[in-house]
């Protein structure tokens, strides 16, 4: 089945600070969503990103599927970003949807 | 409220036991997933469902068994509970997943289900 692989596995950053994460995949995909996981276990959908590049707020991604990856961008951290991040794709070759083990953020006050 | 809730919030029972974990949805969403997160392992979807009364494996199905009599509910039930099955359990809704589309569809996930196998 698909591999789905993200990086870095922990970031520990300043409050203020830029990041990225990113996600790689394995073969080629139908769809691809990005997930904050907050302290209270909370899962929220960031983005439903199968291609291209969207943007929300601080928060934005790109999906580049031919080189099969996407990237996560934070500007401007705040505290309450901190969490797990996770990548989540499903596979065009069956319909089951894949996460990766997630980026785990720290940021600072 | 609309949205998507669990319950319990919190379960502990001993090994053998039978344990039914809930999932209640008031969007009307045709699929609804059961995944389970462990450390080390991130989430792993158990099983999945499309609409009523039609329901499919996901990548750990072993040991559990689940019903979807009515689009609103989507439980699922340990029938012999094993401490291997100690994790957090999440219920999630999609308006439609599809294979080969690019539909705008997000899962929404609850807020989970703590689960201890004593």
């Known amino acids: 089945g698909i591999q789905v692989e993200q990086s870095p596995p922990d970031l520990i950053l300043q409050e203020g600070a830029n990041s990225t994460l990113r996600c790689n995949f394995s073969?080629?995909?139908?769809?691809l969503q990005w997930f904050h996981q907050n302290p209270w276990g909370q899962l929220i959908n960031l983005f439903y990103i199968p291609s291209g590049t969207k943007q929300n707020g601080r928060l934005s991604a790109t999906t580049v599927a031919t080189e099969r990856y996407s990237l996560l961008y934070i500007s401007s951290s705040q505290t309450t970003d901190s969490g797990v991040y996770f990548c989540?794709?499903?596979?065009?070759?069956?319909?089951?949807?894949?996460f990766g083990k997630g980026t785990r953020l720290h940021i600072l006050p | 409220d609309a949205g998507i809730t669990q319950s319990p919030r919190y379960k502990i029972t001993e090994t053998g036991r039978q344990v039914t974990l809930m999932c209640h949805q008031t969007?009307?969403?045709?699929?609804m997933f059961w995944y389970r997160q462990d450390l080390g392992h991130g989430l792993r979807l158990i099983y999945y469902?499309?609409?009523?009364?039609?329901?499919d494996k996901g990548e750990v199905p072993d040991g559990y068994v689940v019903s979807r009599s009515k689009t609103e509910n989507f439980p699922l039930t340990l029938e012999s509970a094993t401490r291997s099955q100690t994790s957090v359990y999440f219920c999630a809704s999609s308006e439609r997943y599809g294979t080969g589309s690019y539909s705008n569809q997000p899962q929404h996930f609850g807020d989970g289900t703590r689960l201890s196998i004593l």
């Open positions: 969007w009307s969403h045709s699929y």
């Open positions: 989540a794709v499903e596979g065009d070759r069956d319909d089951k949807i894949i």
């Open positions: 469902s499309a609409a009523a009364d039609i329901t």
């Open positions: 073969d080629s995909v139908n769809n």
